[in-house]
């Protein structure tokens, strides 16, 4: 038997309020945490995604050859379809469906609706209820259901594929989910069991329980830097991204920032992304006597690139001049900005080398960096 996992990846995520899909738990984002538990999974034999206008470029350019990506409709019911048209088209023999939205699928729960389609069946993965179900129209309780007889349905859901194309064929109402359609069409349809965590990320709530469940990932970085004063006394000084007026700047191929060298490094290191000399390197013109504010926004773009969010900054600059903390919180501010952080993120401090060594000497600027980020 040939089996395609569909994921389901065309909705609207109208109750979440905003595109659910796209949200990154510990990096990854939620449509792909649900891709990779298929595509990673031993008896699946072929990945379709089935996407909207929305999020088709992005999923199609992430996954590459890896799974047919194709257009679903405007209920999940049509998404289906698509998708089974398109499992059928590559010869698939049986199909899950999944819904993007559960990104906790675990290779049990898919087991063991797999074992169930082998047998000819159409299965859903389901859990007992913990609350007492009853039905309801508006406000007035209408009938009254067995705890132990209700279930609570989850993803996958799946069966041969002649099963799904017989009742759609059949059946031209939308449902809300699989099994519903199956059983319209006259066939019975079995549940095996899921899995709590194996929950549907539908509003906001879900989503802060999804981040409690999988916990922060923390990391931190560490950035060092020093730079010789010029000879030259036009040369300007830059320093944490704001101009000292009349001071004579620091030697370097960039405007040689000491401080937001430090800082860059410091970012980089937190997601082992190298140094800023690999990152920007002396020898390309390019760099030449450029704004290292430039340099900061470029890290700051890798490290949000990685989904990862900066804790804090703290910075420690060893000079015996200029005076710096006087102008350390429009340092502060300027670094905020470019990094799009709040200022209390950003922390920026000095010290005089008390007249010790090179720094001690005036001979340059030092300046180190520590970082903290989470995902
Ligand atoms: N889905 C789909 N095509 C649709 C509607 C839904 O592929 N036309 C998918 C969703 O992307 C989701 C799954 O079906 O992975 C379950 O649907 P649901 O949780 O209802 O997601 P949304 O429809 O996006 O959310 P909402 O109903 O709040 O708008
Ligand atoms: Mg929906």
């Known amino acids: 038997m040939k089996f395609g996992a569909v994921i389901l990846a065309a909705g609207s995520g109208s109750r979440f309020g905003r595109d659910k899909l796209a949200v990154k738990l510990r990096g990854i984002p939620v449509w792909k945490r649900s891709y990779l538990a298929f595509k990673e999974h031993p008896a699946v034999d072929q990945m379709v995604i089935v996407c909207s206008e929305n999020n ?18 405007d209920t999940r019911t049509a998404s289906t379809i698509a998708g089974l048209w398109k499992a059928s088209q590559v010869g698939c023999d049986a199909v899950l469906f999944h819904d993007a939205a559960r990104p906790f699928v675990s290779s049990e729960v898919i087991s063991r609706v797999i074992d169930g389609v082998k047998n000819g069946n159409a299965v859903a993965a389901a859990i007992p209820c913990s609350d007492t179900i009853k039905l309801s129209s ?46 319209k069409a006259g066939y019975t349809t079995h549940w095996v069991p899921g899995d709590p965590k194996n929950f549907k990320i539908t509003t906001p709530d879900d989503l802060a329980r999804a981040i409690v469940m999988m916990g922060y990932e923390h990391r931190s970085g560490i950035g060092y830097d020093i730079h010789r004063f010029s000879t030259d006394a036009s040369r300007p000084c830059w320093l944490g991204g704001v101009l ?15 401080v937001l060298h430090a800082a860059v490094d410091a970012l980089l290191g937190a997601i082992s992304a190298g140094d800023i000399g690999q990152l920007f390197p002396n020898t390309d013109m390019a760099h030449r006597d450029r704004a290292s504010s430039d340099f900061l926004i470029e890290a700051g773009r890798l490290v949000a690139e990685g989904g990862w969010q900066i804790e804090n900054l703290d910075i420690a600059i060893q000079a015996e001049k200029p005076k710096i903390m ?19 993120r950003v922390s920026v401090k000095a010290t005089t080398n008390e007249r010790m060594g090179s720094i001690g000497r005036e001979e340059g600027i030092a300046a180190f960096a520590i970082c903290s980020i989470s995902r």
Do not use: C, Y
Request: glycine share 8%.
């Open 56 to 73: 088709f470029a992005e999923i199609k350019s992430e996954v590459g050859e890896d799974a047919d990506v194709i257009m679903g409709g």
């Open 138 to 183: 508006n406000t007035r309780i209408q009938s009254h259901l067995r705890r132990d007889q209700a279930i609570a349905m989850q993803t996958p859901q799946g069966g041969p594929v002649s099963i799904f194309a017989d009742a759609f064929s059949k059946i031209h109402e939308p449902t809300t989910d699989d099994m519903e359609l199956v059983s």
């Open 244 to 258: 000292f007026p009349g001071e004579v700047g620091l030697d370097g191929h960039s405007d040689a920032d000491v």
């Open 326 to 344: 006087p102008r350390a919180f429009e340092i502060r501010t300027r670094i905020a900005e470019l990094l799009n952080i709040d200022l209390d």
